[in-house]
């Protein structure tokens, strides 16, 4: 990510555009990405970067639930705070319908990349530099 970022994203030569698609366990992906949201979009990417490092803990035994509201503590959420967030129907239609926006994309795993709205089959530097490039040049 960080050679892609620093090649089209801080160049502003794209706009870069995150979605959430929860994969296995979708249970403990899905609180992960309701929890970044109730924190704010300032905290939504640190979130989602503290989980992603905590993956050893998540699958290592440790209760899923103990690592998420570890994590939803850090940025400032009170356990209350954090199942709320994580049950409440409103967020979870929410959640639902994003996914499936990106089944109807035709994402079915991750990642996925698209470009102008073109699944792009080689998700390497190289391969989404090929699709985007072809793009820029347009």
């Known amino acids: 990510y960080e050679p892609f970022k620093a090649k089209y994203i801080d160049t502003n030569q794209i706009r870069f555009v995150f979605r959430e698609f929860p994969t296995p366990p979708q249970d ?3 609180a992960g990405f309701l929890m970044a949201r109730c ?4 905290k939504y990417f640190d979130i989602v970067h503290e989980i992603m490092a ?5 699958f290592g035994g440790t209760p899923p639930r103990n690592v998420l509201l570890r994590i939803a503590n850090g940025a400032g959420l009170s356990e209350e705070q ?7 129907p409103d967020n979870i239609a929410a959640l639902e319908a994003r996914v499936r926006q990106g089944v109807e994309a035709g994402v079915n795993g991750t ?3 698209m470009v102008n709205g073109q699944r792009v089959a080689d998700p390497s530097l190289a391969g989404l530099s090929a699709a985007i490039d072809a793009e820029l040049a347009k």
Not at 39 to 42: H, K, P, R, S, V
């Open 28 to 30: 403990v992906a899905a």
């Open 39 to 42: 924190a704010g979009e300032d």
């Open 54 to 58: 905590s993956q050893p803990e998540l």
């Open 82 to 88: 954090f199942t709320q967030c994580v049950s409440d």
């Open 111 to 113: 990642p996925t990349f």
